[in-house]
């Protein structure tokens, strides 16, 4: 178990090392940066310009810049952001934890959906509920996910049941919490459908493709053949049986989080990370982007260390290689 | 009993097909009628008919006075463990996640009501029954050998005490050696417990050796039945004279080579 958890750990600061530098690269190696476009404005004298490159060492050579941005990185500093001229932590954290908000609710929702309606739609393979169903998440699976973001938005606004956009009301920080709490749910219904439309009908297929091969196992029928009930065979044996491929598909929803929901954030002015990071990537703000790369990677490898995780937990099989039985 | 396949868009079997047409047997307690027939020809579908687990498109499967075609699921549910199944490859009707102690008491919890204790101990009598030790108890389906799976799969069947045993090719995924061991012991229990088989095979010498009826299946029909003396002294019919065949070639040539 330790030797199997100390891999993964390797494995993941390797990962995240590799990611700075190519993030740090990439970001060199793009022309300009974030002072060129003050040489164009007339109000900034050369001499100030100057300064702020000197003071940002925005000149000195790419090894260089790495080396000090990754030994104050050990000290928990992700650098400076010249747009705001403020560290990029606490930028960074408010803006993740909107997108956190937002992301979250709609994992949860799609897993609690997608669990249950696959494993229902497996049982009846073939027959015409399963097949209208995945009609309905193939048609789901085509509307491009800014087309119904749209459409939504469009229909709120016709309608005026829901508001179109952001997070909280004008006049927010007055509100009783209990009206907060309201106000924010009513701002997270529309982005939350837009994120759980797109992502339920992949994952309720693969719950069902994967409870359906389960549920073929002669050891499965052979537990029907001593009279087990309907809903033990299904959630105490098929979905056990088939949980490996889920459990990895958990793991990359955990590691999407933070990075799979830019489009409906940008469309829906959801105040998250996805429209902050591109506003980052236009100004060329090097170290918003690359603190916002490297938070979204370290939440993949994040994810996909809960997964192992749970693999490990749930498989005896994979316990007893680990323990080197 | 009629057993067919209608045509599904997601199963991968030919539209409209039957895999068993108007067929009738009987077993009575304590025999074995066993059910021959090259692959294809259907027997698989008639086992997993009477264990009910699948449903036959017509016919009627009389068990102790009941036609349990037609029972609802809940009925059913009472009647299952009087009608056991152990299938051909125990490398797949395992679970493999499970230990031997779980898979074999795993009946007893499915039917409910007994306690952990008297489980645990029924488990290992069981166990003893089928020639393993309670050492295997903690051992899981993987890391067992064919013989000692098929062993732990008859277990897990005889452990709800069932009248009628459905043998579905139980022996072909064995080595020779372990066949005979199997064989054998299936023998043994018949005589202990009183058990029915319905033993299901390709292979018409060990239906020979087990059963006292035999039934040649040929493409979802019986097209020979009767006691096994008679089939194999007397086999008119070109399916049983086909399987007879394989096995007396078989004969022959280890003959030759002896020679």
Redesign the interface.
Known sequence: MIRFLLRRIAHAAFLLVGVSVLAFLFSTLAPGNYFDDMRLNPQISAERLNALRAEYQVDRPMVMRYARWARALLHGDLGFSFAYNTPVAPLLWTRARNTLLLTGTAMVLVWMLAVPLGVWSAER???PAD?ALSWATGVLLIVPDLALALGLLVLAVRSGWLPTGGMVSVGFEGFSAAHKIEDVASHIVLPVIVLVASALPVLLRHVRAAVAEALE???L??????????M?LLYR?AL??AAHPLIALFGFSLGTLLSGSLLVEVVMSWPGLGPFLLEAILARDLYVVIGGVLLSTLFLVAGNFVADLLLYWA???IR?EGTGR | MVKGYAGRGLVSRPPGFTAVDSISFSILPGTTLALVGESGSGKSSVALCVACLERATSGQIWFEGRDVAALGEKELRAVRPSLQLVFQDPANSLNPRWTVREIVGEPLLVQGGISRGDRDARTAQMLERVGLDAEYLERRAGELSGGQRQRVAIARALILEPKLLILDEVLSALDCSIQAQIANLLVELQRALGLAYLFITHDLKMAAHLADEIAVMSRGKIVDQGPTEKILQDARNPATQSLLGATLIGRESVDAVRE
């Open positions: 393979l073939g027959r097949v196992a002669p050891f029928r052979a537990a029907t053949a001593h009279g087990i009930s309907r033990r044996y056990p049986a498989d005896p099989r007893a």
